[in-house]
Structures are given as structure tokens and as C-alpha cells.
């Protein structure tokens, strides 16, 4: 079955940068897209990126642009997402969710987010 | 800058009829926007519901259905169910990025 496994919670320093991961598993890795999205406490969601794990291609939102990365390591199935230049706002849950490709932009598989704190 | 407006709260009755809507600052919403619907409950991640405006999974209940009215992207839930009280997000493509709506909580009372 589909899965999608994030990496566990962390606390971080203002200014310091965080890696989440996303392990995917259950279908082809490099034929899908993955997205990355957060949830603030008590707020929205908020769409961040995607990366194309077949050949690492990747858009980024435009607030997050020069401060987001996403990679991906294909050996693994797993895809990545750093965030740099860390402040208190970026205290979240992150999602990673999957589209595949030839299935015009469904979302459908979500990972269960992975907690990020920023606090001095 | 890209802004996607749900209705902020929406109150049905069980078996009731609703309809909650997502628009875009940019002009009417049309297919191209492959408009996405998603159902989340305290402390869970999201669900998909509806994609490219009104294709079901095959978990998602009947009773939802997505469309285009009026310029904008709709999920109606027909019988509403006191189980689908929850917030509802709408995810909107444009040409690469992707934009959620702010969500609608619905309650079901």
C-alpha cells in the first residue's frame, strides 16, 4: 500500500535550518511528484513546492523562494525538504503528499507531518 | 499575489444540503485550475476528496460531489452526515504553483 513516512519532530534555533524527510513507498517513487505543505497552529494550509523525484526538476512557491530546497534521493525513495534562515513563523506541522504524474494534480496520499518548533 | 477565498464557517443540519465554494483573485476558475478538495480533522492530515474539479477517490462518500458555479470552484455535500463536520480546503493550479484556499469550517448541527 502507499505510504508516505516523515521524519520525527524537531526544535530549532532561530536562524538555524532544518531538513524533513519523506520516504515513500508502495509505488514507483520517480513516477510521481512530491509536494510539500505546512499548517501553522490553529491556521490554513500552506502549499510550499514540488520536486519531480524522476529527474529532481522543482517549483517553489514565491514566499519561499531562495529560502526552500527540495531534493530527493531515489535510491531510497525518499524526498527531501530544508528550510534555511529559520524564525518563529516557520513553527509548524509539514506535510509531504504525492501526485502521481499522469493524474492531473491529485493529491492523494498524505504523510502524517512532521513538527517543527522554532524557539530560542 | 495569488489569493484563494473559501467561506471562512458554514452551519448545515443533518441531511441537509450544502455548498461550500472556492474563487480566485485572478479571475472565474475554470478546469485548468484543476481545482482539488481536501477534508481535515483536529489532529489529522489531510484527506483527499475531489481533483480536477469533480473526480472522486474511491474512498471519498457519494454523498460529495465537486462542479464550477459561477465562476468558481464548488464541493457540494448532499445528506451531510454528522461525521463530515471538519475543515475543508481548496487547492488551486496555477501553471506550476499551487495555492490553497483559507478553508471553510464546516459545522454540522
Known amino acids: 500500500q502507499v505510504q508516505l513516512v516523515q521524519s520525527g519532530a524537531e526544535v530549532k534555533r532561530p536562524g538555524a535550518s532544518m531538513k524533513v524527510s519523506c520516504k515513500a513507498s508502495?509505488?514507483?517513487?520517480?513516477?510521481?511528484?512530491i509536494h510539500w505543505v505546512r499548517q501553522a497552529p490553529g491556521q490554513g494550509l500552506e502549499w510550499m513546492g514540488i520536486i519531480h523525484p524522476g529527474d529532481g526538476g522543482t517549483t517553489y512557491a514565491p514566499k519561499f523562494q531562495g529560502r526552500v530546497t527540495l531534493t530527493r534521493d531515489t535510491s531510497t525513495s525518499t524526498a527531501y525538504m530544508e528550510l534555511s534562515s529559520l524564525r518563529s513563523e516557520d513553527s509548524a506541522l509539514y506535510f509531504c503528499?504525492?501526485?502521481?504524474?499522469?493524474?492531473?494534480?491529485?493529491?492523494?496520499?498524505w504523510g502524517l507531518g512532521t513538527l517543527v518548533t522554532v524557539s530560542s | 499575489q495569488t489569493v484563494v477565498t473559501q467561506e471562512p464557517s458554514l452551519t448545515v443540519s443533518p441531511g441537509g444540503t450544502v455548498t461550500l465554494t472556492c474563487a480566485s483573485n485572478?479571475?472565474?476558475?475554470?478546469?485548468?485550475?484543476?481545482p482539488n478538495w481536501f477534508q481535515q480533522k483536529p489532529g489529522q492530515a489531510p484527506r483527499a476528496l475531489i481533483y480536477?474539479?469533480?473526480n472522486k477517490h474511491s474512498w471519498t462518500p457519494a454523498r460529495f460531489s465537486g462542479s464550477l458555479l459561477g465562476g468558481k470552484a464548488a464541493l457540494t455535500l448532499s445528506g451531510v452526515q454528522p461525521e463530515d463536520e471538519a475543515e475543508y480546503y481548496c487547492l488551486l493550479y496555477y501553471g506550476g504553483g499551487q495555492v490553497f484556499g483559507g478553508g471553510t469550517k464546516l459545522t454540522v448541527l
Open positions: 480536477s474539479v469533480s
Open positions: 503528499a504525492r501526485t502521481m504524474m499522469g493524474v492531473t494534480n491529485d493529491l492523494d496520499y
Open positions: 508502495g509505488y514507483p517513487f520517480t513516477n510521481s511528484y
Open positions: 485572478t479571475g472565474a476558475v475554470t478546469s485548468g485550475y484543476c
